[in-house]
């Protein structure tokens, strides 16, 4: 006998549109556009706009079979699902030859011009790490880069609310080009995030440039601003003052030995931003700016710091007395100090007890990470006074530094340590603490 009874679906056929868009996000492009070959709704979720939102592109400097046809899916995509786009990051990854920025380049032209025509939502752009200070970029491929970048920020100005250039490394005309294409339809930006890190060439006074201030001072509503400390001058932090005081936030500060860092800015011009942005926090992040004349000639006492980190990058020097900074110098943050990063190749001088008093004095302090040369009983005495609420900590990171490659003894103490703590390490605290030779 026959069985006239209708063939039986799968229950994938009755998976409602949500579910079904959510199983394509887990995809990549290649399975996705597979999936959508299923059937009709299997196509449509395919083209669901809220697939292909945010985009992370990244372009292998390195040759391999595996990555030959990333600039041909670049430009798929866009082509494609552009107009969908909201949030795009784009990633250069160790750049080889001028055969592979040339292309990069031309690449990047058709990307940004089929976005200028078609879409309508981007609000965050992110090219990252681009060096263009290296020899592999040829003077006429980094000025057409440039100019296909300007152009795409002054179609996109009005829109964008955040803009993310770390690693540039542009000349001062390039760089001030690039943020003044921020602003170029109305002579403000709204703006509300910038980085630009590492984004000017070493060794660059920006500080002094009135091209670059006046860019900066058609910023009307910045709430996070990530830069380097060669562009700190009185003259910004009056025109962060006057035009964003309302909004602003945050300000990351990147301060590298590199960069010129020996101009003179004023307290009062921190007491006066600080006064005016009440919700201002700072973060400052040193890279080999040891030396306390240095550091006291940037880390005045009137300026909001949330955030420090010190780094010597495994350098040494014994004109790096950390010594003076613990006590003297970081003290004055006892009030507002909540985060501290210390890398230290402190093998000239211990600093147990003055990093412990440190600790205990700054009263907001949830964060420390240490990497140094320490004893193992500067931890017994950090947690001992940890449960006895003499601290606030919530995180501890602390690789301790031997000069022995042999550190089996130090590991035994941390482990009785750690015993000795359980209770309190296990329930309250993100707790890591190792030894490691240093020879």
């Not at 939502?121 to 090219?127: E, F, N, Q, T």
Request: charged share 25%.
């Amino acid at each position: 006998m026959e069985d006239d009874s209708e063939p039986e679906q799968s229950s994938w056929a009755y998976l409602p549109d949500v579910c079904l868009r959510h199983v394509f996000h887990w995809l990549d492009d290649r399975d996705r556009s597979q999936a959508a070959l299923v059937c009709k709704k299997w196509s449509w979720a395919m083209y669901s706009g809220s697939l292909w939102r945010s985009r992370t592109i990244t372009f292998y400097g390195r040759p391999s079979r595996a990555h030959s046809l990333e600039f041909q899916s670049a430009l798929w995509y866009v082509k494609k699902f552009g107009k969908y786009l909201e949030h795009l990051e784009i990633k250069l990854s160790n750049p080889y030859n001028t055969a592979f920025t040339q292309k990069f380049q031309v690449t990047m032209r058709g990307l940004l011009s089929h976005l200028g025509k078609r879409n309508s939502r981007l609000v965050s752009l992110s090219i990252k790490y681009l060096e263009l200070d290296r020899l592999i970029w040829k003077n006429v491929v980094r000025a057409q880069f440039i100019k296909n970048l300007a152009t795409f920020l002054k179609r996109m100005s009005k829109q964008l609310d955040y803009f993310n250039l770390k690693g540039a490394r542009v000349t001062l005309e390039e760089g001030c080009e690039l943020l003044n294409s921020l602003s170029c339809l109305t002579n403000k930006s709204f703006i509300s995030e910038i980085n630009i890190e590492d984004f000017f060439r070493l060794h660059l006074p920006v500080y002094s440039s009135t091209l670059f201030h006046q860019i900066m001072s058609k910023f009307h509503s910045l709430v996070i601003l990530t830069f380097n400390y060669n562009c700190i001058s009185d003259e910004l932090l009056d025109i962060l003052r006057e035009h964003s005081a309302h909004s602003l936030c945050t300000l990351n500060i990147k301060c590298h030995i590199h960069d010129p860092h020996g101009q003179v800015v004023w307290g009062m011009s921190w007491a006066n931003l600080a006064k005016a942005a009440p919700k201002l926090n700072v973060n400052f992040f040193f890279e080999r700016v040891m030396k306390h004349d240095h550091l006291a000639r940037i880390l005045l006492a009137e300026i909001p710091v949330r955030s420090i980190s010190l780094r010597s990058c495994y350098f040494s020097d014994p004109e790096w007395t950390m010594r003076p900074t613990l006590t003297n110098l970081l003290p004055a943050y006892w009030h507002v100090l909540q985060k501290l990063t210390l890398e230290l190749n402190n093998d000239h001088e211990l600093l147990d007890d003055e990093l412990l008093q440190l600790i205990l004095s700054c009263k907001r302090l949830l964060f420390l990470k240490v990497w140094a040369f320490l004893s193992v009983t500067f931890m017994e005495r950090l947690l001992q006074n940890r449960a006895e609420r003499k601290c606030i900590l919530t995180t501890i990171k602390v690789r301790i530094y031997t000069a022995r490659q042999e550190s089996s003894e130090e590991d035994r103490l941390l482990c009785d340590i750690y015993r000795k703590f359980k209770y309190l390490i296990d329930s309250e605290l993100n707790y890591f603490v190792i030894t490691y030779p240093m020879v």
